[in-house]
């Protein structure tokens, strides 16, 4: 079995292809269910994000992952092989370890990825896909991050989405306290994104979701009001501001909806940000002239301005990281050994049982214990020796690296 990661992300493909291979929350179980069926997986882990989806296997090998990727999410393998990235061992070790610690991110160091590496590893322990392995290995990316966390600045300065998005609308409007925001969906990412609009305290901030309860929930907070989804058809032209971020599959605001809402507002700009993968907003939205149109790809320009002051951090992160990977891996190969100690223990047992029970024997029939005890040292010894003695007899050529191992094995100081 060979531990490997098999992934997609913001760096290696655009949104377009990133959109396709997204999972849902909901769905993830039943991914790593049918994924495990096959027998040549023994253990999956899946995180899939806005900028990234990606496999942590334990497996015999990588080559049909891809392929059951793409059946799976019904995408023609070609499409997507060009951007898909295996990282094997070492590499996929060093490559989890970054992720949780926010140095593989659009925003370096973020603090949400690793929530949601943590979500993944919930959801495949209750899918019963997570073994010791795997188990192990999100430990220690866990301990890695917190210990990144605590002693770098790689958290310093960080300039998130949710940020990025207060400052491009700042580009388009002169103040934002006096538009109207609508904020569709409910989840973390409209949070955080509520949160920073709200400190502009625009004139009006609405918050529209498929659960009204949660949308209610999340709108009190800012003192804001909540809307069914399924309104925003009829009010999408009361704002000047639109944030979404949904788990729809399909586009929630398309092209024929947008053009309505602008001839409502006499071709007042409209600004959107469209943080959901896949996209909530039809691409062809951006095409319009009164829309200011951005998805999660369009605001990594925004985001790179506070990386410079994070670059020191990067060096003494990856320094952990790297030390890290080489605690992990060799605990790894310990693991590898199990079977062979294994076998040696119960070879050692079936021989001690067997002379015991001739020693039993020999004791009922009046032997001199003193006798049967000798006799039975003597036995258990030629026995335990007998491989490593016949291995050394009959070594060809060169014997010293066998010799050598022998003595370590057995702690001989020879003369």
């Not at 947008?258 to 006499?266: H, S």
């Not at 990067?314 to 790297?322: G, L, N, R, S």
């Not at 693991?335 to 047992?349: C, G, M, Q, T």
Request: include cysteine.
């Amino acid at each position: 079995m060979a531990l490997f990661t098999l992934g997609i992300n913001h760096r290696t493909a655009p949104l377009s292809v990133r959109e396709k291979l997204a999972f849902h929350s909901e769905e993830l179980c039943r991914a790593l269910t049918d994924l495990m069926t096959d027998g040549r997986i023994q253990e999956v882990a899946i995180l899939s994000t806005c900028n990234r989806t990606e496999l942590y296997c334990q497996a015999d090998a990588p080559e049909w992952v891809s392929p059951w990727l793409a059946e799976y999410r019904r995408v023609p393998h070609h499409e997507i092989e060009p951007y898909l990235y295996v990282y094997p061992g070492r590499e996929a070790v060093r490559h989890i370890f970054r992720v949780a610690c926010g140095l593989d991110s659009m925003v370096l160091g973020e603090p949400q990825i690793l929530g949601q590496m943590k979500e993944a590893v919930r959801i495949a322990k209750a899918s019963g896909t997570l073994g010791t392995t795997l188990n192990k290995l999100f430990q220690n990316t866990f301990a890695v991050a917190k210990d990144v966390r605590s002693s770098t600045a790689i958290g310093a300065n960080i300039v998130s989405m949710a940020a990025a998005a207060v400052r491009l609308a700042e580009r388009i409007f002169e103040r934002i306290s006096d538009q109207r925001v609508l904020f569709i969906g409910a989840g973390e990412m409209i949070e955080l994104c509520a949160t920073h609009f709200a400190v502009k305290q625009p004139k009006q901030i609405v918050v529209a979701n498929r659960t009204v309860d949660r949308g209610l929930a999340l709108a009190e907070r800012f003192g804001a009001t909540a809307i069914r989804l399924e309104d925003v058809a009829d009010r999408l032209g009361e704002f000047d501001i639109v944030v979404s971020c949904t788990a729809s599959q399909l586009p929630i605001l398309g092209l024929g909806l947008v053009e309505r809402a602008i001839k409502t507002r006499r071709h007042r700009p409209m600004f959107m940000i469209d943080l959901a993968v896949p996209r909530d907003v039809e691409a062809e939205v951006g095409d319009l002239d009164d829309v200011f149109l951005y998805t999660v790809d369009d605001l990594a320009q925004v985001v790179e301005a506070g990386l410079e002051s994070r670059q020191s951090a990067v060096i003494d992160a990856e320094t952990i990281v790297t030390a890290r990977v080489d605690t992990f891996l060799l605990w790894l190969q310990t693991r590898e050994a199990v079977p062979v100690i294994r076998s040696l223990r119960d070879s050692a047992e079936r021989t001690r049982r067997h002379e015991m029970e001739h020693a039993l024997k020999q004791l009922a029939r009046g032997e001199d214990p003193a006798v049967v005890l000798d006799q039975m040292s003597h036995r258990l010894t030629n026995k335990f020796l007998h491989a490593p003695t016949q291995a050394l007899n009959q070594a060809e050529g060169d014997r010293t690296e066998l010799q050598a191992v022998v003595s370590r094995l057995f702690h001989l100081h020879g003369e």
